[in-house]
Nanobody, 121 residues
């Protein structure tokens, strides 16, 4: 059974930092590409950052470039999102997403349940 479990969300002041984790199980982590998305109240779910199955390629939304860093640890089957210099506009539920096996015609995607990040003074 595939599971993606986000953690690390919290209330933080503007300018602060958080590290989100997405711990996975039930699939071969190293064969899946992964992304972070976020959804603010009343808005659509938006792409935040992505990382290739190998970890060699990363992409970011313009709004987070230079502030957020996506990474993955295959030994722990976990993806991370380091978020620095947070602003109230970063307030949202953050979701992790996985797709794979990469290159397979039977590739499927999976979502986590989300973790709340609130940036407020």
């Amino acid at each position: 059974q595939v599971q993606l479990v986000e953690s690390g969300g919290a209330l933080v002041q503007p300018g602060g930092s958080l590290r989100l984790s997405c711990t996975t199980s039930g699939f071969t982590f190293s064969t899946y590409a992964m992304r972070w998305y976020r959804q603010a109240p009343g808005k659509e779910r938006d792409f935040v950052a992505g990382i290739a199955s190998t970890g060699a390629v990363t992409t970011y939304a313009d709004s987070v470039k230079g502030r957020f860093t996506i990474s993955r640890d295959s030994a722990k089957n976990t993806m991370y999102l380091q978020m620095n210099d947070l602003t109230p506009e970063d307030t949202a539920v953050y979701y992790c997403w996985a797709i794979g096996p990469i290159g397979s015609r039977d590739a499927r995607d999976y979502w986590g349940q989300g973790t709340q990040v609130t940036v407020s003074s």
